[in-house]
């Protein structure tokens, strides 16, 4: 499954059964202990859906989902302001 390549940011899951937007947005957060903010990278594994989820300048989030014929299930939530854009932090963190 490929990105649109659009203007936006984008996240795309594909699965069947009952999945829905909100339990692909957990999965996709699950990825927050794979990203390391010291050195803004992710580590062992993939961290660019979390990093997209949490980016702090998109305001503008959509989220669609739809069962094809054959019981395959697609979302996609789109960003604005696109997120991960490289060499930026997704987010500032507080100093305590």
């Known amino acids: ?3 649109s390549i659009g203007p936006y940011g984008e996240n795309l899951a ?3 059964g009952q999945m829905d937007v909100v339990d692909v947005v957990k999965f996709w957060a699950s990825e927050k ?5 010291k050195s803004n990278s992710c580590v062992d594994d993939e ?4 990093t997209q989820i949490v980016w702090s300048t998109s305001v503008h989030v959509g989220c669609g ?3 094809c014929e054959n019981g395959w299930l697609f979302v996609i939530c789109s960003y ?4 991960n854009i490289e060499g930026q932090r997704p987010y500032q963190k507080k100093i305590q």
């Open 65 to 67: 989902r739809i069962k």
């Open 14 to 16: 594909e699965g069947y």
């Open 80 to 83: 604005d302001p696109p997120g």
């Open 33 to 37: 202990p794979h990203y390391d903010y």
């Open 1 to 3: 499954m490929d990105n």
């Open 47 to 50: 961290c660019l859906h979390y």
